[in-house]
């Protein structure tokens, strides 16, 4: 129908309140160009001073503002009251409804036809209202002869509504569909095939994740015994003084190997002291011989817990430090770089911070040994009535150099499990965030799994050798 044939008079109260999205248009000679998009009413064409110039048929087209519609941009077609967004192409002379969906179902087929445009502002329809629709066919096809432009959104409403019915066994013929609304469905099922392989882990017996196992725990041996080639054939490039690292790093390590650890090392080894008072004076006291809480204190100190909870709080502390500094490398490609530009990263990272914590862990150890005993000794002086004299005479009396010199040839060997454990898995990081997280922390439990094993093996041979 010509809209230019519609009675003003009879069409007014139809028309008025009804929205429009138009898109105005430059035109030039040849062709009509797109300027850019903005909202209109429509409004009586009694209240136009011009309907003839600014619009044709029932209503006049006013701009945002009440600015009339530009030169050229003539509305051709009509808008009807079921309509709530419509597009106007005042170019083609054309009218484009928004996209809509018509569902048929005769017998056992369905048919779903898809029209008009199917963009952000289209209509919101419900898979499950159109699965009821279909609920008594065996088999759907789509038409989309009318279907104008599309977006994602409709791509989605397909691909939705194609796996509620596959997921009642209805067979669905995609060959209506457009080609790219195809190809983004394929993508669509072979990712949700992806989720489903990866929630879904493949069985395995019992005796193939052992063997799996056993596999992998003796190729790690292998390339951890690598690593120890790699890192001593450095170490003796330092020692001939033929080896490459930068100084200044090594200074650096020393002071966060040795003095930054200080505070932390100070309260663990003052608190275990104390501890070790607490525990003795509690059976001594029941023969009157607290005086020897001194030996206790003493000799566990020296020995023991002294090389021990410096290892610890170092294997917590400078290992993942180690790891994390190492994998962050590994992450950032900086290690590759290295070994572009000629260097050995064993070499380069791995020997001066074993070389710092080796150095400084025998100091550490030391420090820890005197800190525990002063606990002990203000435990024994504060509650057990023992003067600060007698605590130190008989702490004198139970050790010798013996005892010292185990402590700290144990607290070199804890330094070297440290820096292996913490470089080797630092230099084997993956390349994600996630995996340097992982490298700190298997260099912590290798760390400190290796300091506990050292330490039996130790007491097991000095037992033997009545050391």
């Known amino acids: 129908m010509d809209p230019r044939s519609l009675d003003a008079s009879k069409s007014v109260e139809r028309y008025t309140a009804i929205p429009i999205q138009l898109n105005r248009f430059a035109e030039h000679p040849g062709k009509t160009t797109l300027v850019e998009p903005f909202f209109s009413r429509a409004k009586p064409v009694s209240e ?14 006013w701009g945002a503002g009440d600015h009339p519609l530009p030169a050229g941009g003539r509305l051709f077609g009509l808008v009807e009251r079921r309509t709530k967004n419509a597009v106007y192409n005042t170019g083609t002379n054309s009218m484009q409804q928004q ?18 445009l199917w963009r952000e502002a289209g209509p919101r329809l419900r898979v ?3 699965v009821t629709e279909l609920r008594q066919v065996r088999r759907v096809r789509f038409e989309t002869s009318a279907l104008g432009s599309w977006d994602s959104r409709l791509a989605v409403f397909v691909s939705s509504l194609v796996e509620a019915l596959e997921g009642r066994d209805v067979a669905v013929d995609s060959e209506g569909l457009p080609q790219g609304m195809r190809r983004l469905m394929a993508l669509a099922a072979q990712g949700r095939s992806s989720e489903g392989d990866l929630d879904a882990p493949p069985k395995t017996s019992f005796l193939l994740r052992v063997g799996l196992s056993a596999v992998s725990m ?8 690598a690593f120890i080639g790699e890192v001593s054939i450095g170490l003796g490039r330092v020692l001939v003084g033929k080896g490459r690292f930068r100084s200044d790093d090594f200074f650096l390590l020393l002071q966060s190997c040795g003095p930054s650890a200080l505070p932390i090392v100070s309260l663990i080894s003052l608190v275990i002291g104390v501890i ?44 993942a430090a180690f790891a994390a500094q190492l994998g962050t490398m590994q992450v950032n490609e900086e290690v590759d770089a290295l070994i572009t530009m000629g260097l050995n990263p064993a070499e380069f990272l791995v020997v001066p911070r074993m070389i710092a914590l080796v150095l400084m862990m025998p100091l550490l150890c030391l420090y820890a040994i005197f800190l525990g005993i002063g606990g ?18 008989q702490t004198q009396e139970a050790l ?16 070297v499990i440290i820096a292996l454990a913490g470089c080797y898995h630092g230099m084997r990081c993956g390349r994600s965030a996630s995996d340097v997280g992982d490298a700190a922390t298997k260099a912590v439990v290798s760390a400190i799994v290796g300091i506990i094993i050292a330490d039996g093996l130790i007491a097991v041979v000095t037992s033997i050798l009545g050391i």
């Open 99 to 116: 996209g809509g969906i018509t569902i048929t179902a005769e017998q056992e087929e369905g048919v779903v036809s898809l029209h008009g």
């Open 400 to 415: 010798n150099i013996t005892q010292f010199m185990h402590g700290i040839l144990k607290s070199g060997l804890y330094g």
């Open 376 to 393: 002990g000794m203000a435990i024994g002086v504060g509650m057990l009535d023992i003067s600060w004299a007698q605590y130190w005479y």
């Open 276 to 319: 070790f008072a607490f525990v003795g004076s509690v059976q001594l006291q029941m023969f009157g011989a607290q005086i020897y809480v001194a030996d206790i204190v003493g000799i566990g100190m020296a020995r023991e817990m002294g090389a021990m909870m410096a290892g610890i709080i170092m294997a917590g502390r400078t290992g």
């Open 48 to 61: 136009c001073d011009e309907p003839e110039e600014r619009g044709h048929g029932a209503f006049a087209i």
């Open 218 to 225: 003796w190729v790690a041996f292998l390339d951890f015994l």
């Open 128 to 130: 499950d209202d159109a």
